[in-house]
């Protein structure tokens, strides 16, 4: 079974809660992840299925690729189902222990060419190595904020020129209006996916604290402050956005 597709259904949130604890990748949510994320982010399959797509126009031969926040290694496994240049590594990371271990188990029973080596760390603190593409799929949203423009730095500065990256983060806008519609969107999703309000209101009650959200403006200034030059969102469904960042073909290393 691939990490994208379904697996045991997530309760975690179903029953009320005397205390909401902050949201925590533990194991109780590893064991849920891919049933959680695939009815918790609109689009979450065709951003899977795209970064897999990107990643054979952008992965260059013998050149490494960084999945930062992999969890189970569904984007990592994506970019080995579609990617055919030769000599690439895939270096799958992810901070939470009850993720990597599952997400080995995962690289182990997925045949292919390209090797994943799965790696638990804080990206914060990653020592990284030239690479030609970098994805990390809604994880800057869990990193401290003072800790996401020298992230954003250090992949910009280890991308080989042409590289690229893939950002998809949930967003918060500027206009309250247009903030809570999007919000109020978003939530008529999940109950159309089967949660319910309860579930609903007690995992925003537990991601309050842990996930802090930027506006699409912060995100894209971040970027270009590090020096990517051409900055696109290719994929909005209400709050949530993923864009594509590519080194200049011409930036020094
Ligand atoms: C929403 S999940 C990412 C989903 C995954 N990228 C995918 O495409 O299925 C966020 C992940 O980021 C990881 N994470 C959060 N902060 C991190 C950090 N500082 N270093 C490494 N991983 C981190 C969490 O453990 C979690 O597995
Ligand atoms: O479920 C929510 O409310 C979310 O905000 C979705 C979200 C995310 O954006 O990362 C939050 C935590 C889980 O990891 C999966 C999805």
Request: proline share 4%; hydrophobic share 40%.
């Amino acid at each position: 079974m691939k990490p994208n597709q379904s697996s045991q259904r997530d309760s975690v949130y179903a029953q009320p809660l005397n205390k909401v604890s902050d949201f925590a990748f533990d194991t109780k949510v590893a064991d849920v992840f891919p049933d959680m994320i695939s009815r918790s982010i609109p689009g979450y399959a065709t951003i899977i299925d795209t970064i897999g797509r990107l990643a054979t126009r952008y992965v260059k031969p013998n050149s490494r690729v960084y999945d930062l926040g992999c969890s189970l290694g569904a984007a990592s496994l994506s970019i080995k189902q579609h990617c055919r240049a030769e000599g690439v590594e895939i270096y799958a990371v992810d901070n939470s222990e009850a993720m990597v271990e599952r997400c080995q188990n995962y690289v182990n029973a997925y045949r292919g060419d390209i090797p994943v080596q799965v790696q638990c760390a804080d990206i914060a603190e990653l020592s990284m190595q030239p690479c030609s593409m970098v994805v990390l799929n809604f994880t800057l949203q869990f990193v401290p904020q003072e800790q996401r423009q020298a992230i954003i730095q250090k992949i910009y500065d280890q991308l080989m020129p042409g590289g690229l990256l893939v950002i998809s983060e949930k967003v918060k806008h500027q206009d309250p209006v247009a903030d809570s519609l999007l919000i109020d969107l978003y939530h008529e999703f999940k109950r159309n996916n089967g949660y319910s309000d309860l579930e609903i209101s007690q995992k925003r009650a537990a991601l309050e604290n842990v996930m802090r959200l930027n506006t699409p403006e912060e995100h894209i200034q971040r970027l270009t402050q590090a020096g990517f030059t051409s900055v696109q969102e290719w994929f909005r469904c209400f709050n949530f956005t993923s864009w594509i960042a590519i080194k200049n073909d011409e930036a020094k290393t």
